[in-house]
């Protein structure tokens, strides 16, 4: 009896000192509405992404035709204007 | 003061034409390999990002045993976009070192490192070297379990060095044991000590680049195509080649925020199955291969000897491969070159894989 009431003591002194579950600590937007925000962001900032690249693609293609003509040369007699 | 007037200004007190025509008047050559060109654009606009990055959360973190972990907490959970700002910052170091490899294994297999741009291989070898040193730095910064099992097993096999890992090993901890005083060491070299050498070696390695031009491959030499110019041509492909990146590190950091352990104790036992990060993980695998004791020394230090001898060859290759620097084939320097991608890449799959 005494052995069963040492056992049940030193469980219950056992389970004070053990440490609490602690709760994961959330990295990232919990609340659905948040996360709905973030993911529509993320898909607005790609938009404005690509719609950047395909500018200085165009541009870029423009340049090279430019140079491909030959015309990109700067004429050193060409008259000044302010 | 108009954009006009402040040219006008300028010009009277410094040569800014020089810088014009520099801009005007560089070209890069056109060849079957440009493409790897790339890699070092983007590894500075990625240097360039950490610092932006880094410099916001410097705010708000407190380099403190005791503060430094919840000072991390409080910048995920309390900041106003903080989680985007830790997680753009822990990507964009992921990216940096995953596109600093691939420069430095394309200038190694396409012999960019031959005469005379020896100086410019090593700057580079020093510039990976620092940004393998900042991503342990950083990730200790955390203060979390597996941050302080990974920089007591770092150290510790930096301290299996002969002769000076003793130095090493005590230089970088602050003491016996990695604790407080490291974190404040770390937290030095991660805002101060590293910024700093990565400006002075980054503006070097730039300078030389600039000084002897881009290295084309000897087998390219005769099968290159006209020059393309700097400006504008290059410099809008790297922008584009920047933003794709941008977006990437964007996706990542929102898609996969980085977790956050529980708080460093340093009198607990290292968590189970930790492993390194990945850029380490080829070094965790390699030391795994070596049994604990060879021949009555200890396996450890030998198979860190052995890697350092590995690395060491890898820095000072320039001056091994002899026929390169005559402008003549070296096969056997290929096959080096490819036997250090593969066992890299085989290690580090490895490594993550079990």
Redesign the interface.
């Known amino acids: 009896m005494l052995s069963m009431f040492l056992i049940v003591f030193f469980l219950l002194i056992g389970a004070t000192m053990l440490p609490a579950a602690e709760p994961k600590i959330e990295v990232f937007a919990a609340a659905p509405y948040d996360r709905h925000i973030i993911y529509q962001a993320l898909v607005l900032f790609w938009i404005g992404i690509i719609g950047l690249v395909v500018i200085i693609a165009m541009k870029l293609r423009e340049i090279k035709r430019i140079q491909d003509m030959g015309i990109d040369e700067e004429e050193k007699d060409a008259p000044f204007l302010d | 003061m108009s954009c006009r007037r402040l040219k006008v200004w300028l010009s009277e007190r410094y040569d800014i034409e020089a810088l014009g025509n520099l801009a005007r008047f560089k070209t890069v050559p056109s060849h079957r390999f440009d493409a790897w060109y790339f890699a070092g654009g983007l590894t500075l606009f990625l240097f360039v990002f950490q610092f932006i990055t880094g410099m916001a959360l410097a705010l708000y973190y407190v380099p403190h045993a005791e503060h430094a972990h919840k000072s991390i907490?409080d910048i995920?959970?309390k900041l106003n976009m903080g989680?985007l700002f830790?997680?753009l910052h822990h990507w964009g170091a992921q990216l940096t070192i995953l596109v600093l490899f691939v420069h430095v294994f394309s200038a190694l297999l396409l012999k960019a490192y031959r005469k005379p741009r020896e100086l410019v291989w090593l700057t580079g070898f020093v510039m990976l070297a620092i940004s393998i040193f900042f991503g342990l730095s950083g990730y200790f910064l955390l203060w979390d379990e597996r941050a302080f099992a990974a920089v007591r097993v770092a150290t510790g096999g930096a301290g299996n060095l002969p002769l000076i890992g003793w130095l090493i090993k005590g230089f970088l901890r602050g003491g016996l044991d990695v604790t407080g005083e490291t974190l404040t060491r770390f937290y030095a070299f991660h805002v101060a000590i590293l910024p700093l050498v990565t400006i002075v070696v980054t503006g070097l390695h730039i300078l030389l680049v600039q000084l002897h031009g881009m290295s084309v491959p000897l087998s390219q030499e005769e099968k290159q195509g006209r020059p393309e110019?700097f400006f504008?041509?290059l410099f809008?492909?790297d922008?584009?080649v920047w933003?794709?990146c941008?977006?990437v590190v964007?996706?990542l950091a929102?898609l996969f925020?980085?977790?956050?352990g529980?708080k460093a104790d340093p009198l607990a036992p290292a968590p189970e199955n930790i492993k390194p990060e990945w850029y380490f993980l080829f070094l965790f695998q390699t030391l795994k291969l070596f049994p604990g004791e060879i021949l009555g020394m200890n396996g450890e230090t030998i198979a860190i000897v052995i890697i350092s001898a590995a690395i060491l060859f890898f820095f000072l290759i320039p001056f091994f491969d002899r026929r390169s620097a005559m402008e003549r084939k070296s096969p056997l320097f290929t096959w080096i070159g490819v036997f250090y991608l593969v066992y890299f890449t085989l290690m580090t799959v490895i490594g993550f894989l079990t």
């Open positions: 907490i995920v959970t989680w830790r997680s110019p504008p041509n809008y492909k922008l584009i933003l794709i941008l977006g964007v996706t929102v925020p980085p977790e956050i529980r």
